[in-house]
Nanobody, 126 residues
Framework: VQLQAFGGGWVQAGGSLRLSCTPS????????LGWFRQAPGKQREFVGA????????HYAASVRGRFTITRDNGKNTVHLQMTSLEPEDTAVYYC????????????????????WGQGTLVTVSS
């Protein structure tokens, strides 16, 4: 299984970006796809996750209402639509895939995920 995240870039505060993650080697009909980010000097933190079988989406409090996870069924791609971006959102963003169906509390733990993509940098200027 390989994951490719793309769509990062530079944007001014208040702007929007859409990140995409395409898993290869697996059809995303089950399991969980998560988004994490890591800012310079900080630990990797949970952003959001999509549990396919439950068709449920979960978000960190810091991004709830601004970020939305969607799935493009035809392209086996999951998107992270980011709006109202703030300088504090600046980070390298990663997508990750868990084969299992973790409970909600486990979604925040990077150790829950089996596969990781290379990150994509998002820079938000003030």
């Amino acid at each position: 299984v390989q994951l490719q995240a793309f769509g990062g870039g530079w944007v001014q505060a208040g702007g929007s970006l859409r990140l995409s993650c395409t898993p290869s080697g697996v059809t995303f009909n089950s399991g969980t796809l998560g988004w994490f980010r890591q800012a310079p000097g900080k630990q990797r933190e949970f952003v959001g996750a999509f549990r396919r079988r439950e068709n449920s989406k979960h978000y960190a409090a810091s991004v709830r209402g601004r970020f939305t996870i969607t799935r493009d069924n035809g392209k086996n791609t999951v998107h992270l639509q980011m709006t109202s971006l703030e300088p504090e959102d600046t980070a390298v963003y990663y997508c990750a895939f868990a084969v299992s169906r973790p409970i909600v509390s486990a979604l925040l733990d990077p150790g829950t995920y089996d596969y990781w993509g290379q990150g994509t940098l998002v820079t938000v200027s003030s």
